[in-house]
């Protein structure tokens, strides 16, 4: 798969430190700020690795290929304390060396950067989305509330067939359905966790208790558990820091198409 990068202090460079010969990325450094798996990660998921300091921005035909769930993407990226990392489809844009990226990166901090990147990037055409990325290595140690299932199980709400890493369910006392968790198998280093709670059984604590559960198998066959959430979405940061899952300050990026206002 092809990589074109801009790390650099214009579009012309390639080199993120001029005593470098390779970009200074944080794998490369040892991953200070995360475990090496989240950077094998960041690799097969984005088609490079995360700067140690700053804004690096890449074209990679990997978001061409279909992902977990057999989409493409047009662009996605990572926001670390530290470094920033936005992954774009050659669909999106065919060269990172002509994009201004000092432009990019000060879009990314403005209040507007949902349409002030997609504009400095010349797609005013598309979003920018932004969410919490979490990870952990040591879930927390709760009791098991859920049985694994099939897809295929005709209990199952619609939201749960598409995963392709497992399906955890937690059943009523009837054998409805009344929580569940979700596995995204990206790659075999990192599997994403998404949660949902029946209404009617909420209250109960069956997220956290699925979501600790299902972390300890995702660590069991050796990949990083991982946990995304909307940052406006209260509930579930309070399930994430209760399954182990604290919130270290990284974001997700997508970049998606605009969406459109009907009156």
Known sequence: MNVNTVTG?????????????????LD????????????????????????????????????????????????????SPDGTLLSLSPTVVADARVIDRQR???ALGAPDAAITVPAALGRPDLHLGRAVFRWSEQPARLPEAGEWVETTDPRLPAWLRPFNGGVLVAWDERGRYAA??????????????????????????LARLLVAQAAWRIM????????????????SARVAEAAGFPDRGWRVLNVLPAPRFHA
């Open 220 to 235: 069991d066959q050796g990949a990083l558990p991982l946990y995304l959430h909307e940052t406006g979405n209260p509930a």
């Open 104 to 106: 990019v990166a000060a």
């Open 28 to 79: 490369a450094l040892g991953y200070q700020n995360g475990p090496r798996g989240l950077a094998a990660h960041l690799r097969a998921w984005l088609g490079a690795g995360l700067p140690a300091e700053g804004f690096r921005l890449v074209v990679w035909s990997g978001h061409d290929e279909p992902g977990w769930d057999g989409q493409t993407a047009f662009g996605q990226g990572i926001e």
């Open 9 to 25: 202090d214009s579009p012309a460079r390639v080199l993120a430190h001029p005593f470098l010969s390779q970009p200074r990325t």
């Open 180 to 205: 569940g968790v979700g596995v995204k198998r990206h790659n075999r280093h990192a599997h994403e966790l998404a949660v949902a709670t029946d209404p009617a059984h909420r209250g109960r604590g």
